[in-house]
């Protein structure tokens, strides 16, 4: 069954409301609504409306309809366009680049430590000598002495000098009276003994390898190292110093066990061949034995004595002998007093 509208339209008539707002279905399909269109008033709205309401005298079937542009299907009214939905810009390839490179270099790195581990030092030479024997005071002196080495870089090319190190042996700086040897005599003096650590010090340095620039033996060679093995030293006036020679730094760690000073030289690398030492002694002279006061049966040793010597010290690799020293050293003679 036709609409009015459709019955109107066969007939040759124009639809009786379409001047007010009301199009035909080509019309609709033809003309894109206007921007008058989608503004319509409210007033023109009602007369579109009092139209539609004269249609419903007859039938009021309407055919289904594709949407056109701009309105949705089954609304009265198009649609107007929205505002234009953009998504997520792309990021900026340095913003992936960099954490990129950050983490390759983490890795790098993180690779390297485990694949090497840093290297242990070595001991290249270590030399110990007793305090048994040695007087409280000469103990106290040496250990004291021995603290200040207890860790001592020297990089390559570098000088090394006691009593620079050490410094002053004093009543100050927490140094005891005790005996030494001066010009031959025994006396009592500030920092007796620190002379067994520079002797200590002494061999580990020839052992090592390392160039010796300074050293000055004993009046009388001491007991606690092979004649022509040890190193006396005073302050400011004698010395013992040495070079490190090798590309790489050392470091020299002095420490005391038990009733023994014990000194090391440690590197991280080592050279190829590190010398042993060897004396050649050359005369032996025996000590005199001298009284005081008239001879009696009562008496008391006041000195033991002590051999004399004449020795030269080398230090021997497997293609070469260096000789380090040739050391002269008199005999002490014994004293007896009697009563």
């Given amino acids: 069954m036709m609409t009015r509208g459709e019955w109107e339209l066969a007939a040759g008539k124009q639809p009786r409301c ?49 949407a056109g542009d701009g309105e949705y299907l089954g609304l009265s009214h198009p649609l107007t366009p929205g505002p234009r939905l953009r998504g997520p810009s792309p990021p900026h390839p340095l913003t992936l680049l960099v954490p ?18 840093p290297e242990r030092e070595r001991v290249l030479a270590s030399f110990s000598t007793s305090l048994e024997g040695r007087q409280r005071s000469q103990k106290h002196n040496a250990t004291l002495g021995l603290e200040k080495l207890a860790n001592v870089r020297l990089a390559p090319g570098q000088v090394f000098s006691f009593n620079r190190t050490v410094g002053t042996w004093s009543r100050d700086a927490g140094y005891r009276k005790a005996p030494i040897s001066y010009n031959g005599t025994l006396i009592s003096s500030w920092g007796g003994g620190v002379c067994q650590t520079s002797t200590t010090l002494y061999n580990a340095a020839l052992l090592a390898g390392l160039q010796v620039l300074e050293r000055h033996r004993h009046h009388f060679c001491p007991g606690y190292v092979p004649p022509g093995r040890d190193a006396a030293v005073a302050f400011n006036t004698i010395d013992l110093s040495f070079r490190n020679p090798y590309p790489f730094p050392i470091h020299l760690r002095g420490r005391r066990e038990a009733d023994r000073l014990v000194m090391e030289v440690t590197a991280q690398k080592a050279p190829e061949e590190l010398p042993h030492l060897s ?12 009284s005081s006061g008239p001879r009696s049966d009562t008496g008391r040793l006041r000195n033991s004595g002590k051999a004399g010597y004449e020795v030269a010290t080398f230090r021997v690799w497997s293609n070469r002998r260096e000789l380090i020293s040739v050391d002269s050293y008199p005999a002490m003679h014994r004293m007896v007093q009697y009563y």
Avoid: F, I, W
Wanted: some cysteine; aromatic content about 2%.
């Fill in 100 to 117: 990129l490179m950050l983490a390759a270099s983490a890795l790098a790195l993180l690779g390297s430590g485990m694949a090497r581990e």
């Fill in 279 to 290: 004396q050649q002694v050359r005369g032996e002279r025996a000590p005199l034995t001298y």
């Fill in 18 to 66: 379409a001047g007010k707002g009301l199009t035909t279905e080509a019309q609709r399909h033809r003309e894109p609504h206007s921007q008058e269109t989608r503004n319509a008033s409210p007033e023109r709205q009602t007369g579109t409306e009092e139209c539609m309401g004269s249609d419903a005298e007859g039938p009021q079937h309407q055919e289904p309809r594709a």
